[in-house]
């Protein structure tokens, strides 16, 4: 049996596929290293071992450990927030799949908007605490992941009737 590839048409008769992709790309940028240490760090206090997440867990010397530093506090308590975020982009998706009359294209739009300004405050304010912080680290999926999970989000909620 051949599989049929959906045209644009179906897409935007369909904006439930766009909230469920938001949903799981902000998941996998949750769950992938938003910063990796890529030279040396002049100090070791203001620099993660190796691999660092949004939320806080660092790998570094084939050890996880936690970073305690007030940006990673900031990006545990967004990152909560970004995963209710992802959850209600999915839980909603699916719902609006299988009952047509119900209408989240303002919740999905907010979402996206609110997923824009939660990872733009993430990275500010990790610069506010240390100006140099991506001269020594390398960018992840865990930081471009949601600039994709709330653009799909946007356009979920600008398809949506």
Known sequence: MKAK??????????????????????IISLLTPSTARGSL???????????????????????????WQ?????????AILFFAGALIMIITGFLS???????????WSTIGKLIFVQIILFIIYTLMRNYEYFDYHTIGFGLIGPFFSGAFAIIAGRLAP
Request: proline share 6%.
């Open 70 to 78: 007030p940006y990673f506090i900031v990006g545990l308590f967004t």
């Open 97 to 107: 799949r299988r009952r047509e009359e119900i209408k989240f294209g303002s919740t």
């Open 41 to 67: 760090c002049p100090d070791p206090t203001e620099c993660c071992a190796g691999f660092c997440w949004q939320w806080g867990l660092e790998y570094g010397g084939g050890t996880f450990g936690w970073v």
């Open 5 to 26: 590839m959906m045209n644009i048409k179906e897409l935007k008769e369909n904006p439930w596929i766009f909230s469920i992709v938001a949903g799981v790309f902000a």
